[in-house]
């Protein structure tokens, strides 16, 4: 009979093996899923997972995966503050377009102007823009007791239709021959977040989501507040009589996860995407809790994990391309990974043995 | 502007339509939470309840059948999350959200060759006399037999809970799983009961959008209505009637504000579509000050260590 036997601590071997378990695994299950649809399973994962980084036209590919992968990291890094500490903000998606909405307003506002201080303003009001939708769900939860996960999600398809609005209406571009959308922010000079190096990838995000990280690590390891969240989400009781504040660390989580949502929106609609639009938001709010949980909520995990996200991303617009594998099946593919590595952290908190059967 | 368009006979008979699918998927959720398991992947087993059933009946031109497939196939998801949950000892939260993310690219995979056809027609009850009455006909019974399936599910799910053994053992599986367990009975088998009932029902609240309410099939359609039942489940306070009373609020809400759309009142469109998800997290507001309710071992995880 197999038994499964609480560990005393979470087994640190397992912990970092089972998210490289996890991806394996999607990686087999998900080729399945491929020939199912009819494709060669080990062309399409070659082409998900290498093509992008060694294949014939990787000198294309190789910024996507900057530009691709700073918005997630950024967002996870804010999420799994949060999640640390069973604070659960799943709503970074509002906060996202938000935050894009707040930059370009501001960027917007003051075309055709140019100036150098239009930027950095336009990185306050962005991650303003996005702490202040992620603080309704932190003082409804403060204030009243209400649940995080709903508030946040519900305010998600409030922000969609305040983008719908704004792209038909405020930001629209006057000159856009009655289009939906704002100006495009890549022709406005002082407004444009352009690569840094041209041609890397390397724009202002990404150089965002490098300092998070390291904010993350330092908040995390050395700093008492880090501790606090820690100390909450593995033993709330005794983080209580330790005197943290709860009301503080939920203000603290939610406001943080909200403004890097909201910068890297800000950074999103400045840079690659140019402008506000109705569809503008491709669901990085969402992946980023699979980045978030496959990086073990550490630091430079998110960092990897996120990396490996917009892997899939642009692998799976390059099968989308080359193979029509359909873009859900990419969907799925994440769903996946996120399912294994759940299933798998059985192996992290519990040990399996193998047990004679007793007579009870 | 034309508000006299509005006919309040036809408002009511479209707000119970629009109730179902809130009302489906929130009852299952309700037995779920009862027996001590937040699933937050109903948003997912509802897309993949509306995709099933809408594969199934175009294939078989019978609704009858789209619907038990996609009780099937909402159960089936249900299913991953019990494996998780239960059996791997995973995080439930975690776990739900990654049956939403899953169950939506799932859906969009099963549902791409379906897009712009129409699925058969699921005919309304045709009562000869009763249905014929001014407007308490129309109301009362005029509608399609899911409709009161939904309503009767309610009923049965509060006499189950309240009146039968077997109600019992599972409020008493999700208020203390070890005294439960204490007393023999399987909680992991008990969940995973409830998890798949919670499923199926949600499955049949997705196929009622696609099969009946829209009636089409469209990538990511339920939006967001099986976070609003999650919604509805704590403005409930996890009891069967309020749960009917909740879903036909919210349902009168929806259909009030696209009749609004409809009669040309000067908010834009879009702010009329944002109603509902402000009226459910106004209503958690109100509604949350009062958590006594909540079973007391919901969403925290069963090992039988000692």
Not at chain 1, 34 to 52: M, Q, S, W
Not at chain 1, 108 to 118: D, G, K, N, S
Not at chain 1, 146 to 174: D, F, H, R
Not at chain 1, 192 to 206: E, F, K, P
């Amino acid at each position: 009979m197999i038994v499964l036997e609480k560990r005393p601590q979470p087994s640190r071997g397992w912990a970092l093996a089972t998210p490289v378990l996890a991806v394996l695994a999607t990686m087999l299950f998900g080729g399945l899923l491929f020939a199912v649809l009819g494709k060669n399973p080990v062309e399409a994962i070659a082409t998900i997972f290498y093509d992008p980084l060694f294949g014939p036209h990787a000198s294309y590919y190789r910024p996507q995966l900057l530009v691709k992968g700073a918005p997630l990291v950024l967002i996870a890094i804010g999420l799994s503050l949060g999640f640390k500490a069973n604070i659960w903000n799943i709503g970074a998606e509002g906060q996202y377009i938000v935050g894009a909405l707040a930059g370009a307003g501001v960027a917007l506002a003051f075309y055709p102007l140019e100036a150098w201080f239009i930027f950095p303003l336009m990185v306050i009001a962005g991650a303003l823009g996005g702490w202040a939708w992620a603080m309704i769900p932190a003082l409804l939860k403060v204030r009243f007791g209400t649940n995080e996960i709903l508030v946040s999600l519900m305010l998600v398809y409030v922000a969609e239709q305040l983008l719908a609005s704004m792209s038909l209406g405020l930001l629209k571009n006057p000159q856009g021959m009655g289009f939906p959308g704002s100006r495009n922010l890549q022709q406005y000079e002082s407004a444009h977040n352009a690569d840094l190096i041209a041609n890397t990838g390397m724009h202002w995000g990404v150089v965002a989501a490098l300092i998070s990280v390291i904010f993350a690590y330092i908040l995390l390891n050395r700093h008492m507040l880090g501790f606090h969240i820690r100390l909450t989400g593995d033993a709330p009781r005794a983080a209580r009589f330790a005197g943290v504040r709860p009301a503080r660390l939920i203000l603290f989580c939610l406001g943080t996860g909200g403004a890097l949502a909201g910068l890297a929106g800000m950074f999103e609609v400045s840079g690659p995407s140019g402008q506000v639009s109705i569809d503008f938001n491709v669901g990085y709010g969402f992946t980023a809790i699979i980045v978030a949980f496959l990086g073990r909520l550490h630091p430079v995990g998110i960092l990897l994990a996120g990396a490996l996200l917009a892997l899939t991303y642009i692998g799976g617009e390059i099968a989308q391309a080359q193979l029509g594998l359909p873009a859900a099946a990419i969907q799925v593919f994440q769903g996946m990974l996120l399912f294994f590595l759940l299933a798998l952290d059985l192996l992290t908190n519990y040990r399996v043995r193998m047990r004679k059967t007793e007579v009870a | 502007m034309d508000l006299s368009a509005i006919n309040p006979a036809l408002l009511i008979a479209s707000l119970m339509v629009a109730a179902t699918p809130i009302l489906l998927a929130a009852i299952g959720e309700l037995v779920a939470e009862r027996s001590g398991v937040l699933n937050l992947g109903v948003e997912g087993m509802m897309i993949t309840g509306a995709v099933c059933g809408f594969v199934i009946a175009v294939e078989s031109g019978s609704p009858w059948l789209g619907f038990a497939g996609a009780a099937a196939g909402g159960a089936a998801l249900a299913l991953l999350f019990a494996l998780l949950t239960q059996v791997a000892l995973a995080n439930q939260v975690a776990s739900g959200l990654a049956l939403t993310l899953f169950g939506l690219g799932l859906s969009a995979l099963i549902g791409q060759g379906y897009v712009g056809i129409k699925p058969p027609r699921f005919a309304r009850l045709d009562i000869p006399v009763l249905g014929d009455l001014p407007v308490v006909g129309r109301l009362l019974f005029g509608h399609d037999p899911m409709l009161y399936l939904a309503i009767a599910l309610v009923a049965g799910v509060w006499a189950l809970l309240r009146f039968s053994r077997a109600g019992l053992i599972l409020r008493a599986v999700g208020e203390n799983h070890d005294a439960a367990h204490a007393l023999g009975y399987k909680v992991v088998r008990i969940r995973i009961l409830a998890i798949l009932f919670g499923g199926a029902c949600a499955g049949l609240g997705g196929a009622y959008i696609s099969l009946v309410r829209v009636p089409q099939w469209t990538e990511g359609m339920t939006a967001g209505v099986g976070w609003i039942a999650l919604a509805l489940v704590v403005f409930a306070s996890w009891k069967p009637w309020r749960v009917l009373l909740g879903a036909w609020l919210f349902g009168g809400i929806t259909v009030l504000q696209l009749n609004l759309q409809a009669a040309g009142v000067a908010i834009p469109v879009e702010y009329l579509a944002m109603s509902p998800y402000v009226v459910t997290i106004l209503v958690l507001v109100i509604l949350s000050a009062d958590k006594s309710r909540a079973p007391a071992a919901l969403g925290r995880i069963f090992h039988a260590s000692q």
